[in-house]
């Protein structure tokens, strides 16, 4: 059985919280490292066959916008809150877009309702 993969872009180089959550609901993280982060998601998303990805930034849209463009994921972006990421996921989103929101309890829920959605990969 595999893992629900992760991949967290942040503007600043942060999404080190939000990794603790995934892994505490038995996915994998994957944080892209360094400022701009938010702009390689969907190139690594793609790279490492993610179920889905999570963009930070100001306006919680770039990279999510990045993404959806060059990959054609369904994205939403410009959340603000927990319940809105669970419904985009439950949408059938691939990458969902925060304002900085670096929370463990983000990562953890996501993947909870990407396992309830979906199944264990």
């Known amino acids: 059985m595999g893992q629900v993969i992760v991949v967290i872009g942040d503007r600043l180089g942060k999404g080190q919280k939000v990794a603790l959550g995934v892994e505490a609901a038995g996915g994998k993280a ?12 969907g190139d690594v998303m793609n790279k490492e066959e993610a179920s889905f990805g999570i963009s930070f930034c100001g306006s919680g849209g770039a990279g999510a916008i990045t993404a959806q463009n060059k990959y054609g994921y369904k994205a939403k972006h410009g959340m603000r809150s927990v319940d809105e990421g669970v419904t985009a996921i439950n949408e059938g989103n691939k990458v969902l877009g925060f304002g900085f929101m670096d929370k463990e309890e983000l990562g953890k829920r996501l993947v909870e309702a990407y396992i309830k959605k979906y199944g264990q990969p």
């Open 30 to 41: 994957i944080v892209i490292l360094g400022v701009a982060a938010d702009m390689k998601l």
